[in-house]
């Protein structure tokens, strides 16, 4: 009788307590390393049947791929940076939830750098950091996103880039654009329509094409309908609560206040209403008020502001998902975020 093949020993599992391996996935599962690192990779070259063999050994060994090991070994990191010049800190938090929402499970990780536009080596100091974590890709986020200048910096090395403005500034596969020219038309035309005629605008910083876009919709939209906006009734601020404090001091100091306010973001909606309040001056029965941005803080303030919604997590989610699928979208139309007017409690027809 021929002798009785011994069976083959399992392939030992790795010691205790130590994480598994790549080299420890293609062991046990009987594929090469090659194999196991297209799975991770999501390469359509693997065979369905392996691709569930070895994912299913991977979520029962706990396996997590090593982020920095998969950039050494495609000669880049699996990281997206964000780039912001920002002064409102829940825009950019709602802008990183959204790039996260769109990073999930997808292998890659978010960085951020923080920045000052206004100083003189900033775009050294985003090379810096973009050749440092040697970045697969990198949102831009207004102010920095409307920099010339620091988009043809990352061009110039060779990294993908995404830009979220007001206005398309760069090729439509670049762009995620926000309309806020149409938003604020919109805020316009409905104070007039509540028979609004005196109305005062505090606008962000002039640097900012974004306030520049949303005093000349809410300008222009009022224009159309007969109502020229007075110099003295346009007050610049910084996008700020303290600014819109010392912005709304100024228009409602006097004898004749506006009876209605549109400000270039909620931020300095909430100074209004912090002067009103201290005014003796009721929102919405002596000052109607309209924000921008919608964002949390819009609907906690009391009486709720009636805002112009723009969705900042979709738009960094948008944003981010450009970065990793390239090829998922039109590249002969820039990704859109319409604005539109949520109203709430802070408007009512003049006395």
């Not at 359509?44 to 950039?71: H, I, N, S, W």
């Not at 640097?207 to 110099?231: C, H, M, N």
């Not at 998922?328 to 139309?333: A, C, S, W």
Request: proline share 7%; aromatic share 6%; net charge positive.
């Amino acid at each position: 009788m021929p002798a009785r093949k011994k069976p083959e020993s399992p392939a030992p599992l790795p010691a205790h307590g130590k994480a598994a391996t790549i080299n420890d996935i293609a062991r046990l599962s009987g594929v090469s390393k090659k194999t196991v690192s297209r799975i991770i990779n999501h390469s359509p070259l693997v065979r369905k049947d392996t691709r569930e063999k070895v994912e299913a050994l991977m979520r029962e060994m706990g396996y997590v791929p090593d982020p920095m090991a998969r950039g050494l070994a495609f000669r880049r990191s699996f990281l997206i940076g964000m780039v912001y010049d920002n002064p409102t800190a829940q825009y950019i938090v709602n802008m990183q939830y959204g790039a996260l929402d769109a990073l999930r499970d997808s292998g890659f990780e978010l960085v951020v750098h923080p920045c000052d536009s206004r100083s003189p080596g900033y775009i050294d100091g985003v090379r810096r950091f973009v050749q440092q974590q040697k970045l697969h890709g990198v949102m831009l986020v207004p102010r920095a996103s409307e920099d010339q200048a620091l988009a043809d910096m990352l061009a110039e090395i060779g990294v993908r880039y995404t830009r979220i403005a007001s206005v398309s500034m760069d090729e439509p596969s670049r762009m995620v654009v926000t309309h806020d020219r149409n938003g604020a038309a919109e805020a316009a035309e409905y104070l007039l329509s509540l028979g609004h005629t005196d109305i005062a605008l505090i606008t962000g910083p002039a640097a900012y094409r974004s306030a520049i876009e949303r005093t000349d919709g809410f300008v222009e939209a009022l224009a159309k309908r007969g109502i020229e906006l007075p110099r003295s009734r346009i007050i610049e601020a910084g996008y700020t609560f303290e600014s819109g404090v010392s912005a709304a001091e100024k228009l409602l100091s006097g004898k004749q206040r506006p009876t209605a306010i549109f400000t270039g973001n909620d931020e300095m909606a909430a100074g209004v209403y912090k002067v009103a309040m201290r005014a003796g001056i009721s929102i919405p029965r002596q000052l109607s008020v309209v924000g921008f941005d919608d964002s949390p803080l819009a609907s906690r303030l009391w009486p709720a502001l009636t805002s112009v919604r723009r969705n900042t997590r979709d738009t960094g989610r948008i944003a981010a998902a450009m970065l990793i699928h390239p090829d998922g979208g039109n590249p002969l139309t820039a990704a859109s975020i319409r604005p539109h007017l949520v109203i709430r409690d802070s408007c009512q027809p003049p006395e």
